[in-house]
C-alpha cells in the first residue's frame, strides 16, 4: 500500500524537528495530533517517529558532548533559559541522574542540554540511552496524545482543535516557566560546581 504524500511530508517533519536540537517539536507533535484526531495522520507513525528521532538526537548529542566536553557546555551557559536548564540539571545529575534526564525533557532545551552534559561527564552511555528512551518515550506521548485530544474534542474544526490544545500545552507549561525564572535569579558558579566530575557506572 503506497503512503500518501501528505503523510510521508508530515513525518518527514516530525523525524526532523525531532532530531534537530532546538527546533520547535512540542507544536508540530501536537499539530500533529490533532490532524490524527480528524484521520488524516496515522497517530502511531507520529509517534514512533518522534521517540525514535528524539532518541537518536539524543544519542548524537552525547556523543558530541563525550567528544568535546567543556566547550559543548559552554554554548549553552551564555544564553540565559538553556543556562538555566543546564544548572538544574547539572546540580542534580550525580545524585539522581535518570528521573532528572527524564524530567529534563519538560524544559525548554533540556533533552539536548542533558545528553550533551552526560557526554561530557562520561556518564555510562547503557543507563543514558535507557533514560534517553523512556523520557522520549513519555514526552512524545505527552505532545502528540494532547493534540489528539483536542482534535478530538473539536473533530469538525481544525484550526479550533489546534488552538485549543495550544492553550492546554500553555496552561501545562506554567510550572516550568516558573521553574525557570526562579532558577535566573540564583547565582550558580559554573566552573566552581563539584558535579563537573566524570560520573561512574
Given at each position: 500500500m503506497s503512503v500518501p504524500d501528505g503523510v510521508t511530508a508530515a513525518l518527514g517533519l516530525v523525524f526532523l524537528v525531532g532530531f534537530v536540537p532546538l527546533l520547535p517539536t512540542e507544536p508540530v507533535l501536537i499539530s500533529c495530533g490533532v490532524l490524527a484526531a480528524s484521520g488524516?495522520?496515522?497517530?502511531?507513525?507520529?509517534?514512533?517517529?518522534?521517540?525514535?528521532?528524539?532518541?537518536?538526537?539524543?544519542?548524537?548529542?552525547?556523543?558530541?558532548?563525550?567528544?568535546?566536553?567543556?566547550?559543548?557546555?559552554?554554548?549553552?551557559?551564555?544564553?540565559?533559559?538553556?543556562?538555566?536548564v543546564l544548572d538544574w540539571?547539572?546540580?542534580?545529575?550525580?545524585?539522581?541522574?535518570?528521573p532528572i534526564l527524564i524530567a529534563g525533557r519538560w524544559l525548554p532545551g533540556g533533552g539536548t542540554i542533558g545528553a550533551v552534559l552526560c557526554g561530557s561527564l562520561r556518564f555510562p552511555v547503557r543507563r543514558f540511552a535507557l533514560a534517553s528512551m523512556i523520557g522520549c518515550t513519555l514526552w512524545c506521548l505527552y505532545a502528540t496524545l494532547l493534540g489528539y485530544l483536542g482534535g478530538?474534542?473539536?473533530?469538525?474544526?481544525i484550526p479550533?482543535?489546534?488552538?485549543?490544545?495550544?492553550?492546554?500545552a500553555?496552561?501545562?507549561?506554567?510550572?516550568?516557566?516558573?521553574f525557570?525564572?526562579?532558577?535566573?535569579?540564583?547565582?550558580?558558579?559554573?566552573?566552581?560546581?563539584?558535579?563537573?566530575?566524570?560520573?561512574?557506572?
Open positions: 488524516k495522520l496515522p497517530l502511531q507513525w507520529v509517534i514512533l517517529t518522534a521517540i525514535a528521532s528524539c532518541v537518536l538526537a539524543d544519542l548524537v548529542n552525547y556523543g558530541i558532548g563525550r567528544r568535546i566536553g567543556e566547550p559543548a557546555i559552554g554554548r549553552f551557559a551564555h544564553r540565559r533559559t538553556p543556562a538555566a540539571i547539572k546540580e542534580r545529575l550525580a545524585r539522581n541522574a535518570e478530538s474534542l473539536a473533530s469538525d474544526d479550533l482543535a489546534l488552538a485549543v490544545s495550544l492553550g492546554i500553555a496552561l501545562l507549561s506554567l510550572p516550568a516557566s516558573m525557570l525564572r526562579a532558577q535566573r535569579r540564583r547565582a550558580v558558579d559554573v566552573d566552581d560546581d563539584p558535579d563537573l566530575e566524570p560520573i561512574a557506572g
